[in-house]
């Protein structure tokens, strides 16, 4: 059975750091893409970072400049570190994944969330 487990987040001040990971467990052939989205109160889970497993990087605008998203493939692992974070960057975190699992085959995997809040 695939998971994603994520780990990091926190309550920060603006203007302070947080840096998030998410591991992949089970019996898996090869990760593809990765990533990290995030959904704050009465709003929809919108896309915050996403990494090819060769490295290609997309970033939505209001993090350029401030989130760094990177991926270490021989430990099935991707990060998100979080610069300069605003109020509004306040949500809960989740992991995205595509994953070719020996068990399920290729499919969207996702975190259960990790709770990021910066106070003004």
């Known amino acids: 059975q695939v998971q994603l487990v994520e780990s990091g987040g926190g309550l920060v001040q603006a203007g302070g750091s947080l840096r998030l990971s998410c591991a992949a467990s089970?019996?898996?052939?090869?990760?593809?893409?990765m990533g990290w989205y995030r959904q704050a109160p009465g709003k929809q889970r919108e896309m915050v970072a996403t990494?090819?497993?060769?490295?290609?990087?997309n970033y939505a605008d209001p993090v350029k400049g401030r989130f760094t998203i990177s991926r270490d493939n021989a430990k099935s692992t991707v990060y998100l570190q979080m610069n300069s974070l605003k109020p509004e960057d306040t949500a809960v975190y989740y992991c995205?994944?595509?994953?070719?699992?020996?068990?399920?085959?290729?499919?969207?995997?996702w975190g259960r969330g990790s709770q990021v809040t910066v106070s003004s």
């Open positions: 995205n994944a595509d994953i070719w699992a020996v068990s399920a085959g290729k499919g969207a995997y």
């Open positions: 089970g019996i898996i052939f090869s990760i593809y893409g």
């Open positions: 990494i090819t497993r060769e490295g290609t990087i």
